[in-house]
């Protein structure tokens, strides 16, 4: 098992769910993080929280992955303190909107498609490099069973994460003769914002999905993402599913009221 004191960790969407569980776990074993958000307050708070009760040593940086530029000058201008990246937890995106594709909204589509796909594609193409100078190195990319599956009025949502499984597993043939690793996570559901973004802050609406039923937590996805991380070098999770006791399936779910 690895040993993740003093790894460097760049996490992407860190300031909420997913992405703020695992910095806590990360910074819990010891990890260097570079927490990347949109929200400066957020990851001003998040950061000094973990440096007080951690002691690791954190860099932010308030960047939207979906503009290239800001990413590559974000990357490019890390010091050689710190463009030594381990590990990459390509993390940041979002749903927007449940509709029927012929009902759908253009503005939705855009900004999932811009976030979930080259937000990704564009944190890859400037980390990996760094990865393969360095002759180590680990990509974590968050999908879903949305990837695996598809699901009415998810049609676009479905599509961005089928697009992350396909550029994974790409990613990953063309990796297999470096050291660095690549994984997809792909959870079920998860209680997190997800759902509050979804319906824009429509409380009701967003609390349908978990109703009658006991969803995955962010620390629940987190500790697959070390156990994934912290494997030998020979041991590669490749694909994970993680799922609620209650769902089987992105349309079969046991709810109990």
């Known amino acids: 098992m690895k040993d993740l004191k003093g790894k460097t960790v760049l996490i992407t969407g860190a300031t909420s769910g997913i ?20 929200r400066k307050d957020r990851l001003e708070k998040i950061s000094k929280e973990l440096e007080v009760k951690f002691k690791t040593e954190i860099l932010t940086a ?27 937890i390509n993390n940041a995106g979002l749903a927007r909107g449940f509709s029927t594709l012929f009902d759908g909204s253009v503005s939705d589509w ?28 680990h990509v974590i990319n968050i999908g879903s069973v949305a990837g695996r599956e598809v699901y009415p009025s998810g049609n676009v949502y479905c599509a961005t994460k089928h697009a992350v499984d396909a550029i994974t597993k790409g990613l990953r043939m063309e990796l297999v003769d ?5 994984t997809t996570i792909d959870p079920g559901l998860v209680r997190t914002e997800f759902s509050m ?5 429509d409380s009701d ?7 009658g039923m006991k969803p995955l937590t962010p ?9 994934s991380a912290t494997r030998n070098d020979n041991f590669v999770v490749a694909q994970m599913v993680l799922l609620p006791k209650a769902q089987a399936s992105t349309m079969i779910i046991d709810r109990k009221n």
């Open 19 to 38: 992405g703020k569980a695992a910095a806590y776990k990360f910074a819990e074993n010891g990890s260097r993080l570079i927490l990347i958000a949109r």
């Open 62 to 88: 308030e960047a939207d992955v979906r503009y290239f530029e800001i990413v590559k000058t974000v990357v490019n201008g890390l010091s050689d303190d710190w463009n030594k990246i381990d590990i990459l």
């Open 110 to 137: 855009n900004e999932m498609i811009d976030t979930n796909i080259k937000g990704l594609l564009y944190v890859t193409r400037c980390v990996v490099p760094l990865m393969l100078r360095n002759n180590s190195g």
């Open 178 to 182: 470096t050291p660095v690793k690549v």
């Open 197 to 201: 973004v979804r319906y824009r802050g």
């Open 205 to 211: 609406k967003a609390e349908v999905a978990y109703s």
């Open 219 to 227: 620390e629940d996805v987190a500790e697959a993402i070390i156990f």
